[in-house]
């Protein structure tokens, strides 16, 4: 069964970084294009970063361009988000799959919260 196993999440003031890790199991990951989404209260999960297999290219929502980063390594089956520059509207649970078309099956996800 495919797995995915985030970490990572926190508490953290605005302004503030957190880096996210997720350990991936039983997909081909280094042939996989990864991604990063969230899912704030109330609204509906969203892709907010991805990167493709072999890690050439990077793709972000505009409101996080410029803050967020998002990289892998095969060798671990892991992908990360690193987040600089928090802010509230960051607050949410953030989970990685597939992307752009996800796997039917998703992790517990992490939960961040950006709050003075």
């Known amino acids: 069964?495919?797995?995915?196993?985030?970490?990572?999440?926190?508490?953290?003031?605005?302004?503030?970084?957190?880096?996210l890790s997720c350990a991936a199991s039983r997909i081909p990951f280094s042939f996989t294009d990864m991604g990063w989404y969230?899912?704030?209260?109330?609204?509906?999960?969203?892709?907010?970063?991805r990167i493709t297999n072999g890690g050439g290219r990077l793709y972000y929502v505009d409101s996080l361009k410029g803050r967020f980063t998002i990289s892998r390594d095969n060798a671990k089956n892991t992908v990360y988000l690193q987040m600089n520059s928090l802010k509230p509207d960051d607050t949410a649970v953030y989970y990685c799959n597939k992307a752009p078309t996800p796997y039917g099956f998703w992790g517990q996800g992490t939960q961040v919260t950006v709050n003075a």
């Open 1 to 19: 069964q495919v797995q995915f196993v985030e970490s990572g999440g926190g508490l953290v003031q605005p302004g503030g970084s957190l880096r």
């Open 38 to 49: 969230r899912q704030s209260p109330g609204k509906q999960r969203e892709l907010v970063a």
